[in-house]
């Protein structure tokens, strides 16, 4: 079975651009998450998706980030405008059960 | 964010010597979680304990929750060079946090041949 699908697996964009991260989570998983990794903060929950609904979006750090997720199989996390402060690698995760997530292989994103 | 206090952070080890690392907490969590991750792949799940006091194996790997919910161990037996790569634990607070998980700051594991 497929595990969870991300693209791009690499980024590279210059300040201001828009940017749009993409996620197919494992099929029948009903929970989908992005997560960001940085060396200084580590992982960290951006926001969390239940049956295509946001649950807690607490995690979001600006309105310059905004996540969808308009169907079972798509969600995407969308930057505008990019900032250099941006540059991590952005994770999504699915899950059956609220808790037992698995990982994507993650984009790295690299903003100039 | 909040973390988890994973030790040690790095470990450097002879293969076939056994491995052992552990987070705590201040918190009560209902689920911990053990990932590997290595470089440039997301974190993989190895083991996921849902009990206090449950004892789980993954082929050479065993992990527990322990007994006061607040911390959790993994070892990892007879150790091979595919087992490099970091070593996260993560806990969850369903009631209280829902899906999101604390990941500790990761146990870097090298193994010589």
């Known amino acids: 079975d497929a595990g969870v699908i991300q693209s791009p697996r690499h980024e590279v964009t210059e300040m201001g651009q828009e940017v749009t991260l993409r996620c197919k989570p494992i099929?029948?998983?009903?929970?989908l998450f992005w997560y960001r990794q940085t060396m200084m903060r580590g992982l960290e929950l951006l926001i969390y998706f239940n049956n295509n609904v946001p649950i807690d979006d607490s995690g979001m750090p600006e309105d310059r980030f905004s996540a969808k997720m308009p169907n079972a199989s798509f969600s995407t996390l969308k930057i505008q405008p990019s900032e250099p402060r941006d540059s991590a690698v952005y994770f999504c995760?699915?899950?059956?059960?609220?808790?037992?997530?698995?990982f994507g292989p993650g984009t790295r994103l690299t903003v100039l | 964010g909040q973390q988890l206090n994973q030790s040690p952070q790095s470990m450097f080890i002879q293969e076939g010597e056994d491995v052992s690392m552990n987070c705590t907490s201040s918190s009560i969590f209902n689920t911990w979680l053990w990932y590997k991750q290595e470089p440039g792949e997301g974190p993989v799940l190895l083991i996921a304990l849902y009990k206090a006091g449950e004892l789980t194996s993954n082929g050479r790997l065993t992990a527990q929750f322990g007994i006061t919910r607040k911390d959790s161990f993994l070892n990892i037996s007879a150790s091979i060079p595919s087992d490099v790569g970091i070593y996260f634990c993560a806990g969850v607070d369903i009631y209280n946090q829902g899906g999101k998980l604390i990941f500790g700051q990761g146990t870097e594991l090298s193994v010589k041949p």
């Open positions: 099929s029948g998983h009903d929970y």
């Open positions: 995760a699915s899950s059956l059960k609220v808790d037992t997530q698995y």
